[in-house]
């Protein structure tokens, strides 16, 4: 890194490049609404997309994947099972795989099996204020899937996860906060209409996951990832009249992004 | 209202403005076509939608939520107790609920389960004319979703279903009809080239769903919903090379749309 | 035909002609990923799409329905028994029915299911080359939904693969390859940057479908439906900035296309 404790936009472009020179497999045991948002952006940055979640091949797709993401969008204990062997599988094999807590804090059952999944220490975690708070038990205002506290707030909650799990926690909202508790990374960017946009985190983390695969340090992939993702979102939505537009227009930017937009427009302190 | 009976442009304005106001929490166990559209469409006119069905936690959620959008589009015994339950929750609360018998009459499963839902007592049930004859135990020539009756043969069968539920019954169609048995209202609006974009009239149930929890009064609520969706509808047509330029302005068209363009554009007679 | 064994330009007008005129309803036994945009395809070329997956329902619809798309992308048993039976009614009733074993040979279950209905003589089999092989028991490279072989390796495996179906098979890719034995088109069309968007193979099975309905020979319909399917995405990427924009132009091409493009733009040897 340009620095020797967080990624510089030389870091983040080298990211970006990786994944599209890799094209990584990313594994998707995701929520219905983020399907096809998740694939597409997996798609628009140079990953390869797979939803899989039949107990009779989660693991053997694993096997053949080079991340793994599990998001809790749309739950029922037959896709917590899913997960679980996904997981697993995952960690047998050592590949990154991302935490997608949607909704933790809403319902119990949401907030349990969060809990439960976060004990097999995911990589990545990568969620709104709400839903970090909710997860590290601390007091969490969700009442749904919108982030309903400012991500800042949640710097404690953060660094308290990434103790439990030993990887990263990404707390999405204004500014992005990203720490592995050693190091903490603010990552700039995104627009306010992004949140207009239905299932916008969920294929964050999708990308986050993509970038995991493609680079080594979990720190550096995710405040990358979140920083292309970022700058995408604020240049689709530079003279969008509203949030049709800003979700194809995202998918161009993501496609198209160069490397002297990444270098001018990084934000990360 | 302006008059009497019936909502004018300054009662849709009004209800529009609620919703943006108040940012509703829609609830919605809805079909896999219709996720991604109702979400966007929710978020588009100011609500905060969420989709969730496990039976651990359908109950807890409805508890959260202003409404309830119940969906029949992609059914399952698992997914009929789903909306079961959610139903149960949201009638205790006494919180507003929709129903959209998708595709009523196609199959008798699907007339069955149309029949039971209904039985709760919707607030609004919105449907096409075979939809909401088929529901009324009339003639529907149904075969699947697209409408093959027009609205207006419907509006005997929608007051009869009124009669049923105590509540409104919506017949969308070239001219939508809203009927809560002592008022009914006719919206004018829309473009043929909405019914070449899948899940349309699910996206307007949901709409349906944000402004009735905003506004007390469902037949308003209702009429108000359809004439911005309407509008939104014909405005987002106007130039369109097809239904995919469509689909994304109808988005942008519910997200921008203003005051002075809902005075002019209502058509409620 | 002009020719006596290929389908000329004016026969692919034709058979577009046919599903407008026509509106063939259209039943899709598909994945969560695929629905939407195979939806709005089939509604874009004139079809009317319906999924429906219940047990209790799905032979019902099947007698309703003038074709029947199976698509395996994301597989659970329960669904595979749904395909099943709805498969047993479509060949019952002697509608056409399409097979699309997305991601054959990614993993055994996979693999097993696509061989399981592929033993039920699927009408038409559309899949990229990695599957094709798989599905006829060759060495595939298969890692998941994108293809890692070219299609015309997979000329060989297609033959054997009609030979047990008795049926068209088709290899779609830079080249899109259809044979019933006896004949076999090569269709030309299509832009790299389809790739890169999710479901695209999966829409272009779901418009085989509705063109196999429409017309009666499988080997025409197939390589009309993938003639016009190429043309458009062909349009939809000239000038396109990405992904996000070919998605809806694709839909726009697919509504508007006329007669004047299909007969200046078709190219099948």
Redesign the interface.
């Known amino acids: 890194m340009a620095d020797s404790t967080l990624p510089g936009s030389a870091d983040v472009w080298a990211c970006a490049d990786a994944v599209r020179r890799g094209g990584p497999?990313v594994h998707n045991v995701t929520?219905?609404?983020a399907?096809?948002?998740s694939?597409?952006a997996l798609?628009?940055v140079g990953a390869?997309?797979?939803?899989?979640?039949?107990?009779?091949?989660v693991v053997?797709?694993a096997l053949?994947a080079d991340a793994l993401v599990v998001n809790i969008?749309?739950?029922?204990?037959?896709w917590v099972e899913s997960m679980r062997l996904a997981v697993r599988a995952a960690t047998d094999r050592g590949i990154p795989w991302v935490l997608d807590p949607v909704?933790a804090g809403?319902?119990?059952?949401?907030t349990q099996v969060g809990a439960e999944l976060l004990a097999h220490r995911p990589t990545v975690v990568r969620g709104n204020a709400s839903e970090i708070l909710s997860l590290a038990g601390m007091t969490g205002r969700g009442?749904?899937?919108?982030a309903t506290d400012e991500s800042g707030d949640a710097l404690e909650a953060a660094v308290a996860l990434a103790q439990v799990t030993g990887g990263v926690v990404a707390v999405t909202g204004d500014v992005d906060v990203v720490t592995d508790r050693r190091r903490t990374a603010h990552v700039a960017g995104g627009h306010p209409l992004m949140?207009?946009?239905?299932?916008m985190g969920c294929a964050a983390s999708a990308v986050v996951g993509a970038y995991a695969a493609a680079v080594a340090d979990p720190l550096m992939a995710t405040a990358s990832a979140l920083a292309v993702f970022g700058l995408a979102g604020e240049r689709a939505a530079t003279g969008?009249?509203?949030?049709?537009?800003l979700?194809?227009?995202?998918?161009?930017?993501?496609?198209?992004l160069e490397q002297s937009t990444v270098l001018a427009g990084t934000r990360i302190s």
């Open positions: 497999l929520n219905y609404v399907m096809d948002l694939a597409n798609l628009a390869s997309p797979a939803m899989v979640h039949a107990h009779e091949e053997d797709f053949l969008g749309t739950l029922s204990p037959n909704a809403a319902t119990s059952y949401r009442k749904g899937v919108d949140a207009r946009v239905t299932a969008a009249v509203g949030p049709g537009t979700r194809w227009r995202l998918l161009d930017e993501l496609y198209a």
